[in-house]
C-alpha cells in the first residue's frame, strides 16, 4: 500500500544498506516522528492565529487586527496580529515552570506528555492525502479511535498530581465528558464500517470516490456526521462542552496548576487533536482528499485536473475541509455559553447515543435494501 | 398609617415598651420588649413592616450609651417606621431580630463588629467586615487605633490624608 | 431543593470543602466561598467578606460632608454616579436645599447613563461566567461609549467624584447632549443583538432558567433590593414608588420578572429584568434629553456644608438596588455618623439561603445573576 512507511521500506528493500531492520526502524521513526511534531506545531501557530482572528472579528477584538511585525504596521492587512501570536509562543517557552511544593512532583511533570503523546501517535493513522500518511493500517479507523483516548489518562493524571481540588475537578469531568462521548463517536464511525466494509482509511476514500460522498451515503449517514461532529467537539473539550477547564467555574480545570512550556504542550496537544477529529471527519464523510467538484462531474470534463484532483490537490482540500470545520469549532467557541456538567451528560446518554444506534440499524437493512 | 397611628398602636399592643421621638418620627423601644414588638411589627395586618431597610448601629458619643436604628418599611402599605434602641455600653445586649427579618442576620454582625453591641440569639454572631483576630470596635469614639497588627506598624502620622 | 439532588440524592460520597476565592475567576471581586461539596453538588455555603474594606464609615467621621464624596466613589466603583447621588440626595436632604432645576436634570442623564454601563456590565460579566465570552466582549464595547461620554464630561472615567451637595462639578459640554442622542440611537438597536446573542440561546436559557429560584416573600425578607428584587416579581422602584431628584416627570415602566423561561424569581428574570432597565434607561434618557432646561448649575452649591444636627434617612435607586444613607450630623462640619446601606450587601446576604443545593456551576450562575460589587459590600 502507499504510505510513507511502505514507500521507506520498499526503498531499503531494493538497495542495500549496512545495519539492516535497525536502521530501518530508525530512520522511520526519527523521520515520520519530526513530520508529525512539525505538522502539530504548525498547526498549532496556524490554528492559535486562526481562532485570534475569527475571534477578533467577532469580537471586536483590537490586538489580533491591529498588531504589527517587524516594522510593517498591522492594520487590517493580513500580517495585523501575527505578531501577537510569536509573542505569545515565545511566553509560553519562557515563561517559568512552576510546581507546587505539594503536588506529585513526577506525575505532575509526566501528564502534558501522556496527553502530548496521545495526540502524536494518533497521527501516524490519520492521512493527509491520497500517500501521505505514516502508515496506512488496516485498522486505520479503529487504531486512531484508540490511540486518541490515551489523552483522557493524561488529563485525569494532570488533575490528580496538581494536588488541586479544582484540578481534580477537572480532571474527574474529564474522565467522565471523553469517556462518554466516545460511544456516539464510535457509533457514527461504524456506520462508514458497515457500508465500507473496510477500516483502512484509503479504502473508505476509494469506496467514496467510486460512490460519493459518505454524508450523502443516505439521511443516517447524513446525522452520522452531525451526532460525530458535536461528539468530537466535547472530546476535545471545546466550548460548549469545556466543562473540564470551564474557566469561571473551575479556574482553568486541570491545567490550574501548570504554567510555561507544560502548559504550552497541552495547548499544542489541543489544537493537534482538534486536527485529528476534523480529518477524520472529512476522510469519513466528507470524502476525504477528493475535490468537491468531482460530486458534478457528469462527464462534461473528461480531465482530472479540471477536477482539481491529485495528491497535491488532495493535500489542498483535505486542509480546506479540516480548516472548515475547525472554523466551525471555533465559532461555537464564541457563540455559545458553556454546558453544565449533568446537562453535558444528558446530551450524551439521552440523545446522541440512542440516535447513533438507531442509525446503526438503520443502515444496515438500508444496505440490505439498496 | 400614619405615625400618630403607629405609636397608638403599639402603646395598646405592647403598653410600656415603646416611647415615641416626636421630631425625628422614631420610636424609642426597650431592649427587653423589642422581640415582641419586632413580632407585632411584621405580623400586625395594619403594619406589616416586611422589609428591614437599613440597620446602623452608632454610639451616641457621650460615654454611656450604644445604639441602634432600625428603618422598617412595607411594601404593601408603603409606610415607613424608624425604631431606636439604646443600650448602656458596660452591657450592649440587644435581642437578635435576624430569624424575624433576614436582612438584619448580617447588618446585626457587622453592628457587632463595628459598635460592639451584642445581639443576643444571633445564630452566627461573628466579626463580618474585619479580621477575626482585630481587637476593638472602630467606630466606638472612644476607639484607639492600635499600634501595630500582626507586625505592621500603622503610622500615626495622618497629615498625608487629612 | 433542586431537582439535580432529588434526582442522585441517594449516591452520596464523602463531602470535600473548597475555598471558592478570593481569589476565584466568577467571585467579581475578592469574594470567598466557602463551600462544602457532596460530588458536584453544594451542601453548605458559607460567604466571607470584608477582604476589600477600607473603612468607609470609619473614614467618613473624620472627614467633611464634601470631602466624603471621592469616597463614595470607591464603594460601588462600577456605578459611581449613582453612589454619588445617593449620598448627595442624604446630605441635601438633611440640609434642605432647594436644587436647580438643570442640575436635577443632568444628573437624571448621568444616572440613566450609568445605570446602562452597570447593567451592560453585569450583563457581560453573568454570559462570561456561563462561558460565553462574545456578549461580554460586545457590551464592554458599548460601555466604552459611555465611559467616553463620562469623560468629556468631567474628566474621569470610572471614578467621578462629579456630583456635589446642591449641584454638579461641571455643567454640561458644548456637544454632550448630541452625543448622547447619538448613543442612545445607536444603542437601542444593540440591545436586540445580544438578546439575540445570548438572552435567546438555548443553552443559555438552559443554564439560568429555573435556577436559583427565589420566591418573593424570601427576596422581601432578605432585604433584597433593585433588579434582583423585581426579578423575583416584585413590582418595586424608588424611581417610580418614591421619586427623587425629578423622575416623577418621565414616563417608563419598571421592569418585573414574569418567569418567561422557567419560574418567577429565576436566574433568568434577574437576567432579563437588567436587560428590559436599559431600555427603559433609553426612555428616560430621551425625555430628561428633549427637556432639559437652562441655567446655572453652581448657584444652588452652599457655601458652607454644615448641617442641623439630626438624622436623616435617604434611600436612592442605584443600578444594584436601595443604596440608603443613615447620616447623622451633630451641627459640626464633619458627620457624627454615616451608615451605608449597600444593595450589594444584602444581595449577597441570600446566597446561602438559595445556593445549597445545586451544583458548582450553578452557584456561578446565582452568584453572577446577584450582580454583586465587591468594593461596595466591604466598604
Known amino acids: 500500500m502507499n504510505s510513507i512507511v511502505n514507500q521507506f521500506i520498499s526503498a531499503f528493500s531494493a538497495s542495500d544498506i549496512p545495519g539492516g531492520y535497525f536502521t530501518l526502524f530508525a530512520t522511520i521513526v526519527i523521520i515520520s516522528g519530526l513530520a508529525v511534531f512539525g505538522v502539530m506545531a504548525v498547526t498549532a501557530l496556524v490554528a492559535v492565529y486562526f481562532e485570534r482572528k475569527v475571534s477578533a472579528f467577532m469580537q471586536d477584538r483590537i490586538g489580533p487586527m491591529e498588531v504589527g511585525i517587524f516594522g510593517f504596521k498591522g492594520g487590517k492587512k493580513f500580517w495585523g496580529g501575527i505578531g501577537q501570536t510569536i509573542a505569545d509562543a515565545l511566553k509560553l517557552l519562557t515563561k517559568e515552570d512552576i510546581i507546587p511544593r505539594l503536588a506529585d512532583r513526577k506525575l505532575m511533570m ?226 455559545f455559553p458553556r454546558l453544565r456538567v449533568d446537562q453535558l451528560m444528558t446530551v450524551c446518554w439521552k440523545y446522541l447515543i440512542p440516535f447513533a444506534l438507531a442509525n446503526v440499524i438503520l443502515v444496515s437493512i438500508w444496505e440490505l435494501i439498496f | 398609617m400614619k405615625f400618630k397611628e403607629i405609636i397608638k398602636l403599639l402603646e395598646i399592643r405592647c403598653p410600656g415598651g415603646s416611647a415615641p421621638i416626636e421630631e425625628r418620627e422614631a420610636v424609642l423601644v426597650q431592649p427587653d420588649k423589642w422581640l415582641e414588638i419586632a413580632q407585632i411589627l411584621k405580623d400586625d395586618p395594619d403594619l406589616t413592616l416586611d422589609s428591614l431597610m437599613c440597620l446602623s448601629g452608632y454610639d451616641k458619643g457621650d460615654g454611656e450609651n450604644l445604639g441602634v436604628a432600625y428603618n422598617f418599611h412595607s411594601m404593601s402599605k408603603l409606610h415607613k417606621l424608624e425604631i431606636r434602641i439604646e443600650v448602656s455600653i458596660e452591657n450592649p445586649i440587644i435581642p437578635s431580630i435576624s430569624q424575624i427579618w433576614k436582612t438584619a442576620d448580617w447588618h446585626e454582625r457587622e453592628a457587632y463588629d463595628m459598635i460592639g453591641i451584642q445581639f443576643d440569639g444571633h445564630p452566627n454572631l461573628q466579626r463580618m467586615l474585619l479580621p477575626d483576630d482585630w481587637v476593638g470596635h472602630p467606630l466606638r469614639k472612644d476607639y484607639e487605633t492600635p499600634e501595630s497588627y500582626h507586625d505592621l506598624t500603622i503610622p500615626k502620622d495622618k497629615t498625608y490624608w487629612e | 431543593m433542586s431537582e439535580v439532588i432529588k434526582e442522585f440524592g441517594a449516591v452520596s460520597a464523602e463531602e470535600m470543602s473548597i475555598n471558592m476565592g ?209 426579578g423575583s416579581g416584585v413590582n418595586w422602584d424608588l424611581r417610580k414608588n418614591e421619586p427623587y431628584s425629578v423622575y416623577d416627570k418621565f414616563d417608563f415602566d419598571v421592569a418585573v420578572g414574569d418567569g418567561r423561561m422557567g419560574t418567577v424569581g429565576d436566574c433568568w428574570d434577574r437576567y432579563y429584568v437588567k436587560v428590559i432597565e436599559m431600555w427603559e434607561s433609553i426612555k428616560i434618557l430621551r425625555q430628561a434629553l428633549a427637556n432639559i432646561p437652562d441655567g446655572d448649575v453652581k448657584e444652588g452649591i452652599p457655601k458652607k456644608i454644615r448641617p442641623a444636627a439630626g438624622e436623616v434617612y435617604s434611600r436612592f435607586e442605584s443600578a444594584r438596588g436601595e443604596v440608603g444613607y443613615y447620616i447623622m450630623s451633630n451641627g459640626k462640619p464633619k458627620p457624627f455618623r454615616v451608615k451605608m446601606r449597600s444593595p450589594a450587601f444584602c444581595n449577597l446576604s441570600i446566597i446561602s439561603e438559595i445556593g445549597e443545593g445545586w451544583m458548582i456551576s450553578d452557584v456561578v450562575a446565582i452568584l453572577g445573576s446577584l450582580d454583586i460589587v465587591l468594593g461596595e459590600i466591604d466598604r
Open chain 1, 110 to 335: 509526566l501528564a502534558p506528555f501522556i496527553i502530548f503523546g496521545g495526540a502524536f501517535i494518533t497521527f501516524v493513522g490519520v492521512p493527509f492525502s491520497e500517500g501521505i500518511v505514516i502508515s496506512d493500517f488496516n485498522i486505520g479507523l479503529f487504531y486512531i479511535m484508540a490511540a486518541s483516548s490515551i489523552g483522557v489518562i493524561g488529563v485525569i493524571l494532570a488533575g490528580w498530581s496538581s494536588n488541586n481540588k479544582w484540578s481534580l475537578y477537572g480532571g474527574m469531568r474529564s474522565a467522565a465528558q471523553i469517556i462518554s462521548y466516545e460511544i456516539p463517536i464510535a457509533l457514527s464511525l461504524i456506520l462508514v464500517v458497515i457500508v465500507v466494509g473496510s477500516l483502512r482509511m484509503t479504502d473508505i476514500v476509494v469506496w467514496q470516490a467510486d460512490h460519493r460522498w459518505f454524508i450523502f451515503h443516505s439521511p443516517f449517514a447524513f446525522l452520522a456526521f452531525f451526532i460525530y461532529f458535536i461528539s468530537a467537539v466535547a472530546e476535545t473539550n471545546r466550548t460548549p462542552f469545556d466543562i473540564p477547564e470551564a474557566e469561571s467555574e473551575l479556574v482553568a480545570g486541570w491545567m490550574t496548576e501548570y504554567s510555561g512550556f507544560r502548559w504550552a504542550v497541552f495547548f499544542l496537544s489541543e489544537y493537534a487533536n482538534m486536527l485529528i477529529v476534523s480529518i477524520v471527519a472529512s476522510v469519513v464523510f466528507l470524502g476525504g482528499w477528493l475535490s468537491p467538484f468531482q460530486m458534478f462531474d457528469f462527464g462534461l470534463f473528461p480531465e482530472s485536473w479540471m477536477l482539481l484532483d491529485g495528491p497535491i490537490w488532495g493535500l489542498f482540500w483535505i486542509v480546506v475541509k479540516a480548516m472548515i470545520l475547525i472554523f466551525v469549532m471555533m465559532w461555537f467557541r464564541w457563540t
Open chain 3, 22 to 230: 478570593p481569589q476565584h475567576p466568577s467571585t467579581h471581586g475578592v469574594l470567598r466561598l466557602k463551600i462544602q461539596t457532596d460530588g458536584e453538588i453544594i451542601s453548605k455555603i458559607e460567604p466571607v467578606i470584608g477582604y476589600l474594606h477600607r473603612c468607609f464609615e470609619k473614614h467618613c467621621e473624620n472627614l467633611t460632608y464634601e470631602q466624603i464624596i471621592p469616597f463614595t466613589d470607591r464603594c460601588d466603583y462600577i456605578a459611581a454616579m449613582h453612589m454619588n447621588h445617593a449620598y448627595v440626595l442624604g446630605v441635601e436632604k438633611l440640609m434642605e436645599i432647594e436644587i436647580p432645576e438643570r442640575v436635577e436634570y443632568i444628573r437624571v442623564i448621568v444616572g440613566e447613563l450609568q445605570r446602562i454601563a452597570s447593567h451592560l456590565l453585569a450583563l457581560g460579566t453573568f454570559g462570561l461566567d456561563l462561558g460565553a465570552i462574545t456578549p461580554f466582549t460586545w457590551m464592554f464595547r458599548d460601555r466604552e461609549r459611555i465611559l467616553d461620554l463620562f469623560e468629556s464630561l468631567c474628566g474621569a472615567r470610572l471614578l467621578y467624584n462629579y456630583i456635589w451637595v446642591g449641584g454638579i462639578s461641571h455643567d454640561l459640554p458644548k456637544d454632550f447632549i448630541k452625543r448622547t442622542k447619538e448613543f442612545v440611537d445607536y444603542f437601542e438597536p444593540q440591545i436586540d443583538e445580544y438578546n439575540g446573542l445570548l438572552t435567546e440561546n438555548k443553552i443559555f436559557i438552559e443554564r439560568t432558567a429555573d435556577v436559583g429560584v427565589i420566591p418573593p416573600e424570601v427576596a422581601i425578607n432578605f432585604g433584597l433590593t433593585g433588579p434582583q428584587l423585581r
